[in-house]
């Protein structure tokens, strides 16, 4: 096994003890054993300022938004509209009307698919995703493709989970109207040239739609640098709360949709024979919103930038690097997405057991990371396996934790050999 010495003989970036104290759940142990958590692509955890920002919301300031003119309904829309104002910053959105809150990445790209889609992808034109997408960002295209008459195309990949950008090039025509493709890709770690694929969609007409569920917690973004029409992200992957999330959209698009949901707070005036849409996004944001979730959310984007994503990403790059040098020397393990550019993700497959008994095993010894096929079948098709076990990473994580991780699944390949 290489020794970990080497690596934490370098300063890292973070002061990683002292971070790991604003997040009480990594003080705990599971089945007698110090809690490794390493399923941070499904769900992050929060840190203190996060839990006690939503604590203090709830029980002292606690008001519902837009709706009231007493002091606790104005300071609820207050706080909730700076939440809105520090996602379109931390995003690089032009403005924080660019920003419509909803439960999160599927809800998002269903909204677009649903307003975007209906409104302007008709019989005959197509739609261009990729074979390493999330079923969120498979399955509302399909359906629109069968309700429309369009035709859905996926952008291969090779072998080691790289989009072929040739074979994108000649999937482009007059007729794509919408590309909706990942930014990382939550079962390889790939991460995807967002910005070529954006400027060649629109050199064909095309609008594009980045899945950034998985970037947005990992990387500096820049939704004017991408030149992206449609972003989306989740607020629980970014160490906020579940249940909430958003959509970027460019302005000059967003007001060419309509509504996804009706009711309240989305109009301007309502009779019983015409109703008039707000401007966006509250034209989007039809009924009561997740007022808790979205202030939590804001806090949790207050803690990122604390730490700065550049310090982030460079040292979650070097649990990448570490892991993965720690992994690929396992005899029987398969390391499955093996991108030049990639996040701080690992997918692997032993051929000693199914990635499910490997988690389970892996459970017994404190560590917590993913068996399956991560809600994407059709990337483990392509890769000829039934699911993989994965390890994804945060700035919380120790290398110590990657040296753990690679003898647990030494013991288990002992146990099934």
């Not at 020794?3 to 009480?24: E, M, N, Q, T, Y």
Request: glycine fraction near 8%; aromatic fraction near 8%; charge should be neutral.
């Amino acid at each position: 096994m290489p020794d970990s010495g080497a690596v934490l003989a370098r300063k890292p970036a973070l002061d990683v003890d002292k971070i790991r104290k604003d997040f009480p759940v990594l003080s705990r142990t599971i089945n007698g054993k110090p809690l490794i958590y390493l399923d941070n692509a499904a769900t992050t955890q929060k840190p203190w300022s996060v839990i006690n920002r939503r604590f203090k919301f709830e029980s002292e300031e606690y008001g519902t938004v837009r709706r009231g003119a007493y002091k606790l309904s104005e300071r609820s829309t207050q706080l909730y509209e700076e939440s809105r104002r520090k996602v379109a910053d931390f995003l690089g959105a032009a403005s924080k009307e660019e920003i419509v809150f909803t439960s999160g990445t599927t809800q998002s790209i269903n909204l677009v698919a649903y307003s975007f889609g209906r409104r302007f992808v008709n019989a005959g034109d197509e739609v261009v995703i990729s074979n390493i997408e999330h079923h969120a960002n498979t399955v509302p295209w399909q359906v629109l493709c069968e309700e429309k008459g369009a035709v859905l195309k996926v952008i291969p990949v090779n072998d080691d989970g790289e989009l072929i950008m040739t074979e994108y090039d000649k999937l482009l025509s007059k007729k794509t109207r919408l590309v909706a493709v990942n930014h990382v890709s939550n079962a390889l770690g790939t991460v995807n040239p967002a910005r070529e694929i954006v400027r060649k969609a629109h050199a064909a007409g095309a609008k594009v739609l980045i899945d950034g569920a998985q970037s947005a917690p990992h990387m500096q973004i820049d939704v004017r640098e991408l030149d992206c029409d449609f972003y989306t992200f989740s607020g629980h992957k970014m160490y906020g709360p579940s249940g909430v999330g958003g959509l970027y959209g460019k302005m000059e698009v967003l007001e060419t949709m309509p509504p996804y949901v009706t009711g309240g707070d989305m109009i301007v005036h309502v009779t019983l024979e015409k109703t008039t849409y707000a401007k966006p996004p509250s034209r989007f944001e039809a009924g009561t919103p997740p007022i808790s979730q979205v202030i939590g959310l804001g806090t949790a984007i207050d803690y990122l930038n604390g730490i700065g994503m550049d310090k982030i990403g460079e040292y979650e790059h070097s649990l990448l690097e570490y892991g993965t040098r720690l992994l690929r020397d396992i005899p029987g393990l398969r390391i499955i997405g093996t991108a030049r550019d990639k996040a701080s993700i690992i997918s692997f497959y032993l051929d000693a057991a199914h990635p499910h008994d490997v988690v389970t095993i892996l459970d017994q010894d404190g560590i917590a990371l993913r068996g399956g096929h991560h809600c994407a079948q059709p990337t483990m098709k392509r890769f000829g396996v039934p699911a993989t076990a994965r390890a994804s990473m945060s700035f919380y994580n120790k290398y110590e934790e990657l040296d753990a991780l690679a003898a647990s699944i030494r013991r288990t390949i002992k146990i099934f050999s």
